[in-house]
């Protein structure tokens, strides 16, 4: 299993555009980016590809990785960063299946599944298919299950990935709150790429600050929505990940963080 990280960034992304911050002008110094959040896994043996969430980036993350286009795709859940790429499915795909959750979500009434289906109705090539929290699918010949995440106020999945004894974990967007039962599933991954959008000494920049503090009073979530780095890295040690990347990363960590080590930028790919 190829897996490409094709998007590393939050909502905005790095460099964000109009932004002048150092952490922005390093990339481009760098000539680094993590643009909106997307992951491609291939397998190399029969070349079936799946696409986890739809980047607005998408044309340009496709043009500058020549990876395959997917045969299936996966969304985590409705915001704008992981969900408004599907359109540049016109055109490009003769038929495109897109499996989402089918819960009901009490803040939009509707599941991720039906609000795929509405948004893009006008395309008749994308397939939204319904599928249930922890029941494993065929997804282009990928064994996926979707795990509930902790990203109020809306309902948002992690991943895990399955193919010939590898196994890739998506935290998807959330808190640190996650549930034992999608921990469970998510456990002992090859992969992890977990949500870390901020170092957790910015927690104090959140109106709700941090929360989820470890045993050292740090921070594994900021705000409601997101896990901080180091929170990130705490879900790889808890799932006992043989290796872990922090995305989602915003371009709020400051220069002398922003491009260490654990956090990753566009373009990395993995074999598992
Ligand atoms: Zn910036
Ligand atoms: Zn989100
Ligand atoms: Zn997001």
Redesign the pocket.
């Known amino acids: 299993m190829r897996v490409t990280l094709l998007g590393t960034g939050d909502t905005?992304g790095?460099?964000?555009p109009g932004?002048?911050?150092?952490?922005?002008?390093a990339?481009r110094d760098r000539g680094v980016e993590r643009t909106r959040f997307a992951v491609h896994v291939e397998d190399e043996a029969t070349g079936d590809a799946l696409l986890l969430d739809f980047s607005p980036d998408f044309r340009t993350q496709f043009l500058r990785e020549d990876v395959a286009l997917p045969d299936a795709g996966v969304v985590s859940h409705i915001h704008f960063d992981h969900l408004d790429g599907l359109g540049n499915a016109y055109r490009l795909f003769d038929h495109l299946p897109v499996y989402a959750a089918d819960e009901t979500d009490p803040k939009t009434g509707e599941s991720v599944a039906e609000t795929v289906a509405s948004k893009y109705d006008y395309l008749d090539n994308v397939e939204p298919r319904a599928v249930s929290p922890f029941e494993p699918f065929d997804a282009a010949g990928f064994e996926v299950t979707l795990v509930p995440v902790d990203h109020p106020p809306l309902l948002c999945y992690g991943a895990v990935v399955e193919r010939d004894g590898a196994k890739l974990a998506l935290s998807g967007d959330t808190t640190y709150d996650i549930s034992g039962e999608s921990l469970d599933a998510m456990r002992d991954p090859d992969l992890l790429l977990a949500d870390g959008i901020v170092p957790a000494h910015l927690a104090d920049h959140h109106p709700v600050g941090g929360r989820h503090e470890d045993a050292d009073g740090v921070p594994q979530t900021f705000g409601t929505k997101h896990m901080t780095k180091e929170g990130a890295l705490a879900l790889g040690d808890e799932l006992d990940a043989d290796e872990a990347r922090v995305v989602h990363v915003s371009?709020?960590y400051p220069k002398e963080e922003a491009f260490a080590e654990e956090l990753a930028v566009d373009g990395e790919t993995f074999t598992l």
């Open positions: 905005t790095t460099p964000t932004c002048d911050c150092e952490t922005c002008r990339a371009h709020f």
